[in-house]
């Protein structure tokens, strides 16, 4: 794993690191996932194979017993074989040129999976760039967005369980957008 910034905010240590999401330490890690909660591709799929059949029958029984997860939305499962407890299934927009809400949409995802590990107790999460693979959400753009969703976040916690949210991925290219936008988002040291 490289970290390229690490950024102290109210309290909590904000990470952009390379690395391999399915092997980070966090106590939960965040699936880029589709509605449906199939794992057969991307990040979804690394996930699922990595963390064993659980995650994809957890999965398959959180639909049948409450529908598609909406996008913005998420739903938790058990993290099967992976190092983190739990796995985040957030559902982030598909990108269709910008004016079809996905910015507040993608907000609403990291916000929902902040949320989600702050009411199970646990103090790390592991975030990848949701959206910005297939489903075509511009890097920059993303990036802003969830530095924008987490502080947000943050600074409307009067106490959350979380002490570390990494933003993980697994391509240089990526974890260079995030850290030129971590700069201009949060300028300080």
């Known amino acids: 794993m490289k ?17 391999n999401l399915v092997q980070e330490d966090s106590e939960a890690i965040v699936n880029a996932a589709n509605s449906s909660l199939s794992h057969g591709g991307g990040v979804a799929a690394a996930i699922s ?9 957890e999965s398959d029984r959180y639909v049948r017993e409450n529908g598609p997860v909406p996008t913005g ?3 938790v499962t058990r993290g099967g074989d992976l190092p983190a407890r739990y796995v985040i299934h957030a559902v982030g927009p598909i990108w269709k040129g910008g004016n079809a809400g996905e910015q507040e949409l993608l907000a609403s995802a990291v916000r929902a999976s902040l949320r989600a590990a702050d009411q199970l107790g646990l103090a790390s999460i592991s975030i990848p760039a949701i959206s910005s693979g297939i489903f075509g959400f511009p890097k920059k753009l993303c990036a802003r967005t969830v530095f924008r969703a987490i502080g947000g976040f943050l ?9 570390r949210i990494r933003l993980c991925n697994v391509d240089e290219k990526t974890c260079r957008v995030f850290w030129e936008v971590s700069l201009e988002e949060f300028p300080f040291e």
């Open 3 to 19: 970290t390229f910034r690490s950024i102290p905010y109210l309290g909590v240590e904000i990470e952009v690191v390379q690395g």
């Open 49 to 57: 194979s990595a963390g064993g059949p659980t995650i994809q029958q």
């Open 73 to 75: 939305e998420v739903a």
């Open 155 to 163: 600074e409307a916690s009067e106490h959350t369980s979380l002490q």
